[in-house]
C-alpha cells in the first residue's frame, strides 16, 4: 500500500477534541504521535462553522498496520457487507472506506454512510482483483 488519507468534518454542533481522538482510535498505537493531522475552516451551507480534519499516512509499516487495526477491528458482519459491495469501494487502486465516527470516539470500528471518517488507502497495484487480494491477505475482507 503506497498511502492512506483520513478525513472526517468538525460540525458546529461537535466537539472538534472528540472528533481527534476518534481519528486518533483509528489509528495503531504506534503511530498516533507520527501522523499530523491538517486543519481547515470551512462554512456549511447555511453559514455554519465546519472543520476539517485530514492527514496523509505514508509509510510501509504504518499503512499496513493500519489496515491491520481496521481489518481486527470490524465485525464479520461488516467485513461481509463489504465483500458484497467491495466493487463499488474500489477505484484505480483506491479502496474507500467509511468508518462511524462516533463508534471510533469509543474504541469500536464500524462501517457507516452518515458523517464518518473517511478513509482511502491507495494501492500500488491497480487491480480491482490485485487489492481484493491485498484485503483478503489482512483480514478486511472473508
Known amino acids: 500500500m503506497a498511502y492512506v488519507e483520513m478525513r472526517a468534518f468538525a460540525h458546529a454542533t461537535e466537539d472538534e477534541a472528540k472528533v481527534?481522538?476518534?481519528?486518533?482510535?483509528?489509528?495503531?498505537?504506534?503511530?498516533?504521535?507520527?501522523?499530523?493531522?491538517?486543519?481547515?475552516?470551512l462554512t456549511g451551507h447555511y453559514g455554519n462553522p465546519i472543520v476539517l480534519f485530514e492527514a496523509r499516512i505514508k509509510g510501509r509499516n504504518t499503512t499496513q498496520a493500519l489496515l491491520h487495526k481496521i481489518s481486527s477491528g470490524l465485525s464479520i458482519m461488516d467485513k461481509?457487507?463489504?465483500?458484497?459491495?467491495?466493487?463499488?469501494?474500489?477505484?484505480?487502486?483506491?479502496?474507500?472506506?467509511?468508518?462511524?465516527?462516533?463508534?471510533?470516539?469509543?474504541?469500536?470500528l464500524k462501517l457507516c454512510q452518515?458523517?464518518?471518517?473517511?478513509?482511502?488507502?491507495?494501492?500500488?497495484k491497480h487491480g480491482t482483483e490485485e487489492?481484493?487480494?491485498?484485503?483478503?491477505?489482512?483480514?478486511?475482507l472473508p
Open 20 to 41: 481527534m481522538e476518534a481519528l486518533h482510535n483509528t489509528l495503531p498505537t504506534e503511530s498516533i504521535g507520527t501522523v499530523n493531522f491538517g486543519k481547515t475552516s
Open 114 to 124: 452518515i458523517d464518518p471518517i473517511r478513509l482511502r488507502l491507495h494501492f500500488k
Open 131 to 140: 487489492v481484493v487480494e491485498i484485503c483478503r491477505e489482512f483480514g478486511l
Open 80 to 108: 461481509q457487507f463489504l465483500d458484497s459491495e467491495i466493487q463499488q469501494h474500489i477505484d484505480k487502486g483506491n479502496l474507500y472506506l467509511r468508518l462511524d465516527k462516533q463508534s471510533a470516539y469509543t474504541n469500536e
